[in-house]
């Protein structure tokens, strides 16, 4: 997997080449036990204004929102609100590159805020569905998780 990665004051950007073909990366993004196995357990009605509930296993952070864009296949947008006064919106987009498929995450937010704890997490997260698409289980990694929150401060103070 080739991937890349840029932080804003506002904004994260991942980038990831997977060696998997894009309905199987979707699936990866829209079937709950599928998110369940990379993100968290997952409630999601597939359409525009509908829900979505993620409930983290790994810490007591629940996340509610509301699916704003769905392009069957390539897209899903959803508003994210953790209960934080700040609001914002994560963007999965899918292409085909070649025998494989290229997913671009953005999470954007309405104002800065630290950006090291969500780029330490779904850089993780990320590795996960990698695994996940690819057949293979990986689970949550705490000590992972604490080596990427301090790359992403340093990157942060850059």
């Known amino acids: 997997m080739d991937s890349h990665a840029a932080m804003t004051e506002s904004t994260l950007v991942f980038e990831r080449r997977f060696a998997a073909p894009p309905d199987r990366v979707w699936r990866a993004l ?19 204004g509908g829900s979505i509930v993620l409930t983290f296993e790994n810490s007591p952070s629940v996340m509610r929102g509301t699916v704003t864009e769905v392009v069957e296949g390539r897209v899903l947008e959803y508003t994210w609100h953790e209960g934080r006064d700040t609001e914002s919106v994560v963007r ?10 290229r997913l671009t995450l953005t999470h954007t937010f309405e104002q800065i805020v630290d950006l090291s704890g969500f780029g330490a997490g779904w850089h993780h997260h990320l590795e996960l569905l990698e695994s996940r698409v690819a057949g293979s289980g990986r689970e949550w990694d705490d000590a992972r998780y604490t080596e990427l929150k301090r790359h992403y401060e340093s990157m942060q103070a850059a």
């Open 30 to 48: 829209t079937e709950p036990d599928e998110v369940r196995a990379w993100l968290a357990k997952t409630e999601l009605e597939l359409r525009p």
């Open 92 to 101: 999965f987009a899918i292409e085909p590159d070649g025998d494989g498929s």
